[in-house]
């Protein structure tokens, strides 16, 4: 079967791959050149959903309680092209019953992070927080996607809220940083 797969990423000018994983056993394959893989970031984000950021909370929740049973998941992406509107949800429920399935619905990605718990609406940051996000700025103003999770699994807030922030704050540093210039040209 390699040999298949070779062929037909030697011939491209690209190959694109979900998972960085996937992109070092290609290489290690010798499926085609190291420089012609990409990992393409609309994939598994497999460091933002590492296995050590497990939470009971979200086992007994999808275990329906029963945390020490087997547990099977399955995580999709929802797309037009899969017809799920074709999918009833108490058909499946009937096909089921009886059996310890459990019918979470949508969960969106923080949710499994953060063990399945109430999530806040955006609000205020406290002063606790908003010393952290400081601290972290100083140490760096861009804002990596694992640093972000951490960010926002220790402080209890959502990703693209700590996100949001880091970009406002770049943009109060900059006009800061514009107005000495300016002050400096002035003198």
Do not use: C
């Not at 499946?92 to 969960?107: D, H, I, N, R």
């Not at 806040?120 to 002063?127: C, S, T």
């Not at 996000?133 to 699994?153: D, I, T, V, W």
């Not at 807030?157 to 002050?183: G, H, M, S, V």
């Amino acid at each position: 079967m390699w040999w298949v797969i070779k062929f037909l990423h030697r011939a491209a000018d690209l190959t694109l791959v979900p998972l960085a994983a996937l992109a070092k056993e290609l290489e290690a394959a010798r499926v085609t050149a190291g420089n012609k893989i990409r990992l393409w970031n609309k994939g598994a984000d497999s460091e933002s959903f590492h296995p050590k950021y497990r939470a009971q909370e979200m086992r007994i929740r999808l275990s329906n309680g029963e945390p020490k049973r087997p547990l099977i998941v399955h995580v999709g992406r929802l797309g037009v092209e899969k017809s799920l509107d074709l999918l009833k949800r108490e058909d499946l429920e009937k096909l089921f019953s009886g059996m310890p399935a459990v019918f979470t619905g949508m969960l969106g990605g923080f949710e499994f992070l953060n063990g399945g718990g109430n999530l806040q609406k955006k609000r205020r940051l406290n002063l606790e927080q908003v010393k952290t996000l400081e601290k972290n700025f100083e140490l760096g103003n861009k804002l990596e996607s694992e640093r972000k999770m951490q960010l926002a699994m220790a402080l209890g807030l959502q990703p693209r809220q700590i996100a949001i922030w880091f970009q406002n704050r770049r943009a109060r540093w900059k006009t800061k940083q514009l107005e000495k210039d300016y002050d400096v040209l002035k003198r």
